[in-house]
């Protein structure tokens, strides 16, 4: 495991044993200043068997052999957005934290994990700006490791600056597999710290969870055709398509994905192509500010949604944002599988949506959600979006 003593408590044994070593001289100090005591010459001490262990080396998401300081005490996160939640999942902890990216902090602002651990909050995001990275800020933070996106194709960025990375896969790490996603990152994290049971846990919910929904919705001969929406940016939506989480997410849960066959990945579409597919269900990220009412109202500015199948029946959710936005890969995945499916198929899926959460988190968060808190996870603000 790697330790966790940082520097000022190697500091503040020195200062108590200069202050025994000074209170032994007494009286008999010399009334002219003393010249500081050199060590008396001695055999060098033997080597202990810590110090003697080899250095930490880890293998990350792109393949690299990573060499970890002995004590990680620092550390920030770039736009692997999810991060720094699931940090906290697997140490229990958010303390170490002290950078993130904006779009992580919105997401904890308004989410659980800013109860849960109130000081990642603290966490400058001074460094970040969308896509874009200012290594002197960064430096400024004086971190012992960066965790960041794989696929951004910065590691140069930090490597030329000295600083010691972990890359984290996105979809590049199990093809948009949300579960798989989140299953490796924890046991990246393994390597690195020791796991909490309850991340442990957390995975064998989630692939049981996903074994019971996959037999469920294997004889449903008509399944809803449904979309995903993930952004909105410069007045056309974006779409998940395949090889991103939307598709596993809508796979997984019993639905067709309209957009599978013409999108790799996420892409902006315009109305023309959303009133070919003409979902019956419209799922909205966490990662744009548009709101179901916004469908309903039909108040999005240049687009009519008003002939789209899922507007007309009532069919429009936004996902909900529990320890992080739950069409990320997070500590919430398991409960993103379950909460699709329901909506997917009600009629085979009728447990309680609260009560499940409110006993998740008591079993793997060690928190008893109240009602109010189960309402704000459920139906999250668009304020969750911001630093997008």
């Known amino acids: 495991m790697v330790k966790k003593v940082g520097k000022r408590k190697g500091i503040a044994l020195t200062a108590i044993l200069l202050a025994l070593l000074l ?69 229990g902890t958010a303390e170490q934290i002290v950078g993130m990216h904006p779009a992580s902090k919105s997401a904890a602002e308004n989410s659980m994990l800013a109860t849960l651990a109130p000081e990642i909050l603290n966490a400058n995001t001074g460094f970040a700006a969308g896509d874009e990275i200012n290594i002197e800020e960064l430096l400024k933070l004086n971190t012992d490791v960066v965790y960041i996106r794989a696929e951004s194709g910065q590691i140069d960025l930090y490597d030329k600056a000295g600083i010691t990375t972990v890359a984290i896969g996105t979809t590049g790490v199990a093809a948009g597999d949300s579960l798989a996603t989140i299953n490796s990152w924890l046991e990246l994290l393994d390597q690195i710290y020791d796991l909490d049971d309850r991340a442990k846990g957390i995975i064998e919910y989630g692939n049981r969870a996903e074994a019971d929904i996959a037999a469920a919705v294997s004889d449903v001969a008509e399944k809803p055709r449904a979309m995903m ?28 994905d309209v957009a599978e066959d013409d999108l790799q990945g996420q892409s902006p579409v315009d109305m023309e192509q959303i009133y070919r597919w003409n979902p019956e269900i419209i799922y909205i990220t966490n990662f744009t500010e548009l709101m179901p009412e916004d469908f309903y109202n039909n108040t999005i500015e240049g687009l009519d949604w008003s002939q789209i199948e899922a507007v007309k029946n009532g069919q429009v959710y936004k996902i909900p944002l529990g320890i992080y936005r739950w069409f ?58 911001q630093g997008i």
Request: charged content about 20%; hydrophobic content about 40%; overall charge negative.
């Open 23 to 91: 209170a032994g001289c007494g009286a008999s100090a010399p009334a002219e200043p003393a010249t500081p005591a050199q060590p008396p010459a001695a055999e060098p001490a033997a080597a202990s068997e810590e110090s003697m262990a080899a250095p930490r080396v880890i293998v990350d998401q792109l393949g690299r052999e990573v060499e970890l300081p002995e004590s990680i005490d620092r550390v920030a996160t770039d736009r692997i957005l999810p991060f720094p939640s699931v940090y906290f999942l697997a140490t």
């Open 229 to 256: 929406l993930f952004n909105y940016t410069d007045g056309k939506p974006i779409i998940s398509g395949k090889g991103f989480f939307g598709n596993y997410w809508l796979n997984a849960t019993g639905a067709i």
């Open 328 to 385: 990320a890969p997070s500590g919430d995945t398991p409960l993103m599988l379950q909460w699709l499916a329901q909506k997917n198929h009600p009629e085979l899926f009728t447990y309680d949506m609260s009560q499940i959460l409110k006993d998740y988190y008591l079993e793997y968060y060690y928190y008893s959600l109240s009602d109010e808190e189960v309402e704000k996870i459920l139906n999250p603000v668009r304020e969750a979006a």
